[in-house]
Nanobody, 126 residues
Framework: QVQLVESGGGLVQPGGSLRLSCVLS????????IAWFRQAPGKEREGISC????????HYSDSAKGRFTMSRDNAKNTPHLQITNLDPEDTAVYYC???????????????????WGQGTQVTVSS
């Protein structure tokens, strides 16, 4: 059974940075597709970035390019999401998710991912 546990969220001032982590168990990160999503109150879940199986580079949504960086620590089986220059509009619950291996570019549609973490809250406020 695949389990994902996010961490790293919190209260951040505008302009600040955060690094989110997602510890995986039950799946080697390089054997599946891993993605980050977020969901703000009253809004649909939004895909941010995904990383295909193997060593392929991450794929980003158009709105995520520039401030979001997805990376992986293979030794710890942990993907990360670095967010810079945070804005109050980034306030949301951030989730990581996993799916079977896809080709490139990997998908950012939530319904193709079958395992989800519990989410970590990011609040951007002064």
């Amino acid at each position: 059974q695949v389990q994902l546990v996010e961490s790293g969220g919190g209260l951040v001032q505008p302009g600040g940075s955060l690094r989110l982590s997602c510890v995986l168990s039950g799946l080697f990160m390089s054997y599946g597709t891993i993605a980050w999503f977020r969901q703000a109150p009253g809004k649909e879940r939004e895909g941010i970035s995904c990383m295909p199986s193997g060593d392929s580079p991450p794929h980003y949504s158009d709105s995520a390019k520039g401030r979001f960086t997805m990376s992986r620590d293979n030794a710890k089986n942990t993907p990360h999401l670095q967010i810079t220059n945070l804005d109050p509009e980034d306030t949301a619950v951030y989730y990581c998710a996993s799916a079977s291996p896809f080709g490139t570019p990997c998908p950012l549609a939530p319904d193709v991912y079958n395992s989800w973490g519990q989410g970590t809250q990011v609040t951007v406020s002064s």
